[in-house]
Nanobody, 115 residues
Framework: QVQLVEAGGGSVQAGVSLRLSCAAS????????MDWVRQAPGKGLQWVAT????????NYVDSVKGRFTISRDKAKKTVYLEMNTLKSEDTALYYC????????RGQGTQVTVSS
């Protein structure tokens, strides 16, 4: 079955960097775009970034442009989110997600940024 497992979250000070990873299995990773979404405390899901199936095209929500970078490794079936210059408003539970015939997301990894 489709499985997405996120890792790399933590509690950090504002201004530092974190790198999230998402290991995928159970579907043809190389033919699907991948997303990162997040949910801040008390708020709904927010789309953060998307990378195309071939890794060529990326898109970001305005609030993270220039600070976050999404990438993927076909051989490792893993998608990454490099987060730089973290801000307190980046505090959220981060999920990777995809839609290989049905929307799927992992269990999430918590990122807490203190100012």
């Amino acid at each position: 079955q489709v499985q997405l497992v996120e890792a790399g979250g933590g509690s950090v000070q504002a201004g530092v960097s974190l790198r999230l990873s998402c290991a995928a299995s159970g579907f043809f990773f190389s033919i699907y775009s991948m997303d990162w979404v997040r949910q801040a405390p008390g708020k709904g899901l927010q789309w953060v970034a998307t990378i195309s199936h071939d890794g060529i095209t990326t898109n970001y929500v305005d609030s993270v442009k220039g600070r976050f970078t999404i990438s993927r490794d076909k051989a490792k079936k893993t998608v990454y989110l490099e987060m730089n210059t973290l801000k307190s408003e980046d505090t959220a539970l981060y999920y990777c997600a995809t839609d290989p015939g049905g929307k799927v997301r992992g269990q999430g990894t918590q990122v807490t940024v203190s100012s």
